[in-house]
């Protein structure tokens, strides 16, 4: 579903702004279409979520790689956790960008100069792009509460059977205990009687 309003919203302006995750190793892929000598530049970002902040992630890394529609390398770098990389088409076609990172990355990729207006069109977008992005992460911690919780709920579960367990097993005992008790005290009276009748 995220995907999907993410895909939306790049399909609305002259420059594709995305944001997606990688686990540690994974590659992702994307790609674009550039027209020979044509300057892409694309800006990047590893973000943390912070309460009422967005703060990029003091010690992740990125590694960008860049082909041309040959599968010729264009460009190959490993970057910190917030800049720009840039490059210069030298064939028609479609590029493909690759990066691996071990967190959430933020990519905004600009082929050209952009119109003026939408300019501001890719600003609007990025901001609520970034704003899905904290909620999505906001909803990824309201899930691992809930299954810790779930988790913590089947642990008391299972602790209240086995002491429920524990507590009617020495129930029983106690009964035995008791009833045992009472047969050697009446035994024990009886044999008492008995004795002072023959004296």
């Known amino acids: 579903m995220m995907l999907k309003v993410l895909f939306a919203l790049t399909l609305i302006c002259s420059a594709s702004a995305f944001s997606f995750h990688l686990d540690a190793r994974d590659r992702k892929c994307f790609n674009e279409d550039v027209q020979a000598d044509t300057m892409v530049m694309g800006k990047y970002k590893v973000p943390v979520y912070k309460p009422n902040s967005f703060e990029t992630h003091p010690v992740v890394s990125i590694f960008i790689e860049v082909r041309d529609s040959t599968k010729k390398l264009v460009m190959s770098d490993q970057y910190t956790n917030e800049g ?4 210069q088409a030298r064939t028609s076609g479609e590029h493909e960008i690759c990066t691996t990172s071990n967190a959430s990355v933020w990519i905004n990729i600009d082929a050209g100069k952009p119109a003026e207006k939408e300019s501001s069109k890719v600003q609007e977008t990025n901001d609520l792009q970034l704003r899905i992005f904290e909620l999505r992460d906001l909803l990824n911690q309201v899930v691992a ?5 779930h988790g913590r709920k089947e642990r008391m579960r299972q602790t209240i059977d086995s002491t429920n367990t524990r507590v009617f097993i020495w129930a029983i005992v106690e009964f035995l ?3 045992a008790m009472a047969v050697w005290q009446i035994h024990y009276l009886k044999t008492f009687f008995e004795v002072i ?3």
């Open 197 to 199: 009748r023959v004296i």
């Open 145 to 149: 509460e809930n299954n810790y919780q």
């Open 177 to 179: 205990l008791i009833v």
């Open 84 to 87: 720009k990389f840039i490059f």
